[in-house]
T-cell receptor, first 114, second 112 residues
Framework: AQSVTQLDSQVPVFEEAPVELRCNYS??????LFWYVQYPNQGLQLLLK??????LVKGINGFEAEFNKSQTSFHLRKPSVHISDTAEYFC????????????FGRGTSLIVHP | DGGITQSPKYLFRKEGQNVTLSCEQN?????MYWYRQDPGQGLRLIYY???????QKGDIAEGYSVSREKKESFPLTVTSAQKNPTAFYLC???????????FGQGTRLTVV
């Protein structure tokens, strides 16, 4: 079975600073990888996804993520954050074969301070 | 616009009562899911359905029940057997493994 580990439960950062949210996964087969964002009392929205090809994936709102197969990681980055980026961020995996139920990490709360 | 609609947004229930959360989608997706979200625990899978008239238990199915009589609808019933039902419930759907999951806006259930 696959699993997702988000290494930081909370990441505080000042506005305009860079940020990295870490995600590692475990799977015996290859996976598809996703990052979602959740604002308070709302559902999740897709930020970006890695299916194949270039390991650097760009998403909405200036976010990007890099797939590293050897380290089984898919870290999310943004070079300069805004107050409006304050939200919960979830990493997720879906198997390329067999059952494709999405599996989510526990989430990382990004808190941007002015 | 296509999407997933969950209702109601807020729900209060007395202990010992069953309650049903609605989830409707017009995306023509085959697979639908129910997740429970608690602070610090991420999303935990309750039930999922990959085809009409078929559904499977997820990781925390005890105290919950579902039905899938139509492709568009996947209601979740929280029964009195669920010991700690206060949580935020999210419904999602996918068309296949390559596409992302689409989520509803959630239902916050509070037992009073």
């Amino acid at each position: 079975a696959q699993s997702v580990t988000q290494l930081d439960s909370q990441v505080p950062v000042f506005e305009e600073a860079p940020v990295e949210l870490r995600c590692n996964y475990s799977s015996s087969v290859s996976v598809y990888l996703f990052w979602y964002v959740q604002y308070p009392n709302q559902g999740l929205q897709l930020l970006l996804k890695y299916l194949s090809g270039s390991t650097l994936v760009k998403g909405i709102n200036g976010f990007e993520a890099e797939f590293n197969k050897s380290q089984t990681s898919f870290h999310l980055r943004k070079p300069s954050v805004h107050i409006s980026d304050t939200a919960e961020y979830f990493c997720a995996v879906s198997l390329t074969g067999g059952s494709y139920i999405p599996t989510f990490g526990r989430g990382t709360s990004l808190i941007v301070h002015p | 616009d296509g999407g997933i609609t969950q209702s109601p947004k807020y729900l209060f229930r007395k202990e010992g009562q069953n309650v049903t959360l609605s989830c409707e989608q017009n995306l023509n997706h085959d697979a639908m899911y129910w997740y429970r979200q608690d602070p610090g625990q991420g999303l935990r899978l309750i039930y999922y359905s990959q085809i009409v008239n078929d559904f499977q238990k997820g990781d925390i199915a005890e105290g919950y029940s579902v039905s899938r009589e139509k492709k568009e609808s996947f209601p979740l019933t929280v029964t009195s057997a669920q010991k700690n039902p206060t949580a935020f419930y999210l419904c999602a759907s996918t068309v296949d493994r390559v596409t992302e999951a689409f989520f509803g806006q959630g239902t916050r259930l509070t037992v009073v």
